[in-house]
């Protein structure tokens, strides 16, 4: 069994790295099955959540992760949670926020299966 | 098929009320396969999951959920993200977190496979 924690972090760096570049490399980590929920909105399926990625109002999206914590589970799949925060564009005020994602293997690789994004607002 | 969206509103509505009053009364929420990761800690298994909620150095600990999403599995479990903040014993001061968990079906009900904790602090 690969190291799910070793996994973990190397998805992640390559994730966020990817979409501060070029949002639409992300396309091979989905599959149709794949389920996006980005703040309130829920977008199923590969080719339309690179689509709602892509499009996302911001030119520069830059993510710092501050915690990240992985799991195993039986079936090979992987929990993840990220917290951090993110710079938009050229607003000087860093904006945080959690990620939560459910890795499942395939063919010796992962997919995203689920991907969960939300913005925090302080009390 | 139950509506997963009232699955995890009724889960996280019964998850921190019964946080808030009584940590033991969650034990039926867990099983031996249960993982839960709180803060940095991972602790396996339900019975060892629930000493470790019992015991966190705080006698009052109220949780306030600011944003929750669940989305689907084609298994019948189902992805959860919280977002809020907690008040502790009589700190004035409220902590932001973010909490994932993975619902697992289990004879008409749900049990956490998976859950884990994180405080936020500001960038």
């Given at each position: 069994?690969?190291?799910?924690?070793s996994?973990?972090?190397?998805?992640?760096?390559?994730?966020?790295?990817?979409?501060?570049?070029?949002?639409?490399?992300?396309?091979?980590?989905?599959?149709?099955?794949?389920?996006?929920?980005?703040?309130?909105?829920?977008?199923?399926?590969?080719?339309?959540?690179?689509?709602?990625?892509?499009?996302?109002p911001?030119?520069?999206?830059?993510?710092?992760?501050?915690?990240?914590?992985?799991?195993?589970?039986?079936?090979?799949?992987?929990?993840?949670?990220?917290?951090?925060?993110?710079?938009?564009?050229?607003?000087?005020?860093?904006?945080?926020?959690?990620?939560?994602?459910?890795?499942?293997?395939?063919?010796?690789?992962?997919?995203?299966?689920?991907?969960?994004?939300?913005?925090?607002?302080?009390?």
């Amino acid at each position: 069994m690969a190291d799910y924690e070793s996994v973990a972090k190397q998805f992640t760096d390559f994730y966020y790295q990817t979409f501060g570049q070029n949002r639409a490399g992300l396309a091979g980590l989905y599959r149709p099955d794949s389920l996006l929920t980005f703040e309130t909105t829920q977008t199923p399926g590969g080719e339309a959540i690179i689509q709602k990625l892509v499009e996302l109002p911001f030119q520069k999206m830059q993510h710092h992760v501050v915690t990240l914590n992985a799991q195993p589970s039986a079936d090979g799949s992987i929990q993840v949670l990220v917290t951090g925060y993110i710079k938009l564009d050229e607003e000087p005020q860093p904006q945080t926020f959690a990620e939560s994602f459910h890795l499942k293997p395939d063919g010796g690789s992962y997919y995203i299966a689920h991907d969960i994004f939300r913005l925090i607002f302080p009390p």
